[in-house]
Structures are given as C-alpha cells and as structure tokens.
C-alpha cells in the first residue's frame, strides 16, 4: 500500500542572495539599518520557503521611476527583497536622513533603509525584515527612493502593507483523493487576493524548479484550494499561501 504525506505550510519562505565584495558592499550600505543587508540575506530572513519573499524592482516606467509593485503585501515578521533595474536606488523607511550618498549611520526613529542599491553591482539586491512591533498587522507604512524623491513628493514612493497572519488549515477528502486547504486572514481593504504554492518534491523550501504557483479555488479572491486525486500519490507535497502582488496576473 502507498502512503501519501501532505504538509501545508502558512506564509513561509527563503531568499538566497549572494553576496557583494566587502568594499563595494560597505560603499553602498553605510546608511544601511541592522535589519537590512545589502547584497545579502539578514539571518530573520534566511531558511524560509522561497514563495513567501516578494522582490519589488526598483525600475522605471516610461519617464517615470518606480517601484513595482508599489505596494507590496507582507505579513508581521516577513522579509522583502529590494532589487535595483537600472541605476542605483534605496528603499527607505519614515525618519531616516534624507541622504542621496548614503554617507553616514543610519539615525535614531529610522524604519528602515536598504542603503544604496546599485544595478551595477554583481548582486543588485537588498533584502530587509520588518519585525511586527515596527510594522504591525493592519497598517500601511510610507517609504521611498532617497536618491529620486522624498517621503510626500516624487514617483518613486509606496506604502509597504502588513497584512494579518495567514491561518491556514488542511483537509484530507478521502473520497475524492483529494487535498483541501482552506484559511482565514491576510489581505487589506480592497485587495483580499491569494496565491498559492504547491511543491512536488517533499522540499518545504519550494525551490522554483519543482513549485508550481496556482489561483485558489474560484480565482485570487478565493479561501481555498482542492487538489483532486493528491492522496494518490507516494510524493510528500507541500502547500502555502500567500498574498498576491498587485502586479501578479
């Protein structure tokens, strides 16, 4: 007789980055906060599920730049990767000095800021984490791009949203074979959207080879997802769910 195991995982996640030369990463990651780093992983944000870190690109639209999706969606405790398309730009937090050349410490009441990020260098990434007392469940919080505008005028200025936790629970229909997950939370008003992920391979990290991205049952906006004939299988899958990006089909 085969066994099939099938875990869900909430919104979990991974980024690996490489890591920049020590001169080049101290150049453009004075400014940096502790909760950023440049051309790396902060350890909060290492050894996570791969779906579960969104990259916003730091890019231009028409004559305009822009960070795309402008308004990403984390939940409490997650990570974003910052990722430089052309130039160089920073991803920075209410309070911080509003310093083009990145040149000094960050300052006290500075949210965060990714420093410097070239597109130049061999890693044109920094990735943050956002610890829940800074940035709670429910709330939007402004940033922008030091270098191309300021916290209330410019293009290149989003609100980073803090969804609440994701809940997610799974079923076994054993008639069907099927695999049914189902949860509650995450989303804000106006945009209660989901994707989901399914890893073929029994890896809980969802490396991008063997993950498929999929809708909830009915389309984004749906709170759950059948997996017909799943129970059949001798292969561990594993599920998570996610908030989906404003610039995800």
């Not at 009441?109 to 943050?128: E, F, K, L, R, V």
């Not at 505008?149 to 803090?162: E, Q």
Request: glycine share 12%.
């Amino acid at each position: 007789m085969r066994h099939s195991v099938v875990k869900a995982l909430g919104y979990l996640a991974v980024v690996v980055v490489m890591a920049l030369g020590a001169t080049r990463a101290a150049a453009q990651s004075v400014c940096a906060t502790p909760s950023c780093t440049n051309g790396g992983t902060p350890t909060q944000c290492a050894n996570r599920a791969a779906p579960r870190t969104p990259t916003v690109m730091l890019t231009s639209s028409g004559v305009n730049f822009v960070f795309d999706p402008s308004n990403p969606k984390i939940e409490p405790g997650d990570c974003i990767t910052w990722k430089a398309a052309n130039v160089t730009h920073s991803s920075t937090g209410a309070g911080c000095a509003d310093d083009a050349t990145c040149g000094a410490p960050p300052i006290g009441g500075c949210q965060y800021d990714t420093g410097n990020i070239s597109s130049g260098a061999a890693n044109p990434t920094a990735t943050c984490f956002y610890d829940s007392g800074t940035f709670p469940a429910g709330t939007g919080q402004g940033y922008y791009c030091r270098i191309h505008a300021s916290p209330t005028t410019g293009t290149m200025r989003g609100t980073l949203m803090v969804t609440t936790p994701i809940d997610l629970t799974l079923d076994k229909v054993i008639a069907t074979s099927s695999v049914k997950l189902s949860w509650t939370g995450g989303g804000v008003t106006g945009d209660v959207t989901y994707k989901v992920a399914k890893n073929s391979a029994g890896d809980p990290l969802f490396p991008t080879a063997t993950t498929t991205t999929l809708n909830p049952d009915g389309g984004t906006t749906g709170t759950t997802f059948t997996d017909t004939g799943e129970l059949s299988s001798a292969t561990t899958k594993y599920y998570l769910v996610r908030n989906k990006q404003t610039n995800e089909p």
